[in-house]
């Protein structure tokens, strides 16, 4: 599914316009990156944790090249999802 | 300790992002997630701009994750969030400035862990490894560094690292003899020769300016004239420029033979510097000449006998203007000293 079928979804639920419920989206998720770049860690009940990890520098050995690079640390995003969330997943049909 | 927020405190924030009420704010949050979880409930994939996408992946037992098996009693869906690009910038910010370097062989970090590259096979936890701009997916040997921080999506792992365990420890042991192999094995010829090699260049430099200099110390005893010559030149054309009154002195010297005059009574230095050198203000080279019997250029005892220098001497030339100019002022010069 694409953002504008999420879109789309969200105004009927909601029972906004579309222009508003973009506009509203587009605020949610700059507050969510905010919020995360500052390195919290957001919780939502029943849905799961957005969470940011250090990845430690590491060595990668290229072993057809013979050569090694010093990768640097990086910070990722992690989503770890409830484990409700999970069980639902899980009865899903494969 | 890291910032908590939950989604009370997310509410507030998006009120006041979006400028509409915490109720309205509140409201469109909790469908923003339900509406999230619905959606993946029948589909398996979920791309929200800016922000990333929500993806199910089959996981088979022995870790591998698959997206075309049938129904299969021993695979199940997981649920993975890879953030969009802008998201993983912002996130980075901090480490942002730093890229992959490459290392010189003989570098080593024992506390590094050592990740090898191998193609054609991507495990599920690829996503420890992403490498900018690396075109081929590789795959973790060597996981040394602690893993930072336990995964929900652990208790899927926790399956799949036992059936992979052996695997890998397997691979891991031929990489490392592999690895080993590769130390053992001789350097690179070039990295070995390269301090020879910058070495006789610097011996090379050091030879030719050597070289060059005896040659000149030899050109100067072959031509001893020249040099001098040189000097002088430089010592007038300076004299020219700052007109100091010793310089004059030292550059009076000539081996031509000077004229002699006897000054005769109501004669003056001016008088016979005007019949000498067609202009009155060349009397100071007169006197310069004459410095060691003439005490005062006022004044002048008379039958003295007064050596005339040679016109090259003092560049003496009544029809130059800068010639006149600078003898005016050697003599007001010397003519303060007696006032």
Redesign the interface.
Known sequence: ???ED?VN??SK??SLDLPKTS??????????????????????????????????????????E????????????????D?A??E???K??? | MKEEVNLQELTLLLSKHADISTQDAESFLKEFFTTISKILLTEDLLEIKDFGTFSLTQVSAKGAAQNTEENNPSTWLRLHFSPAEELKNIVNKPFSHFESVLLNEDVSFDDLAKVTENEGDKTSEDFLIEINHEKAPEKIVEAAAEKTEKLPEAYEEKETTAATKNEKTTIAKAENAGLEKHKKKKRKPTARWMPILGTVAVAAVLIFFFVSEQRKQQALKDNPEKVPAKVTEAKTSQANLTIPTDSFQLTAESPEENEKVKLSAGKTLRMIALEKFGNREFWVYIYYKNKDIIKNPNIVPEGIELTIPNKSEYDIDASNPQSVTKAKLLGEIELKKFR
């Open positions: 599914m694409t953002t999420f979804e969200l639920q909601l506009e509203i989206l587009t605020a949610a998720v700059n507050v969510i990156k905010e919020k995360l770049s500052e390195g919290a860690c957001i919780t939502i009940e029943s849905f799961g944790i957005f969470d940011t990890e250090k990845k430690p520098e590491y060595i990668l050995v290229k072993q057809n013979q050569q090694q690079f010093l990768v640097p640390p990086k910070i990722t995003v992690v989503f770890k999802p484990s969330f999970i639902k997943i899980k899903k049909e494969v």
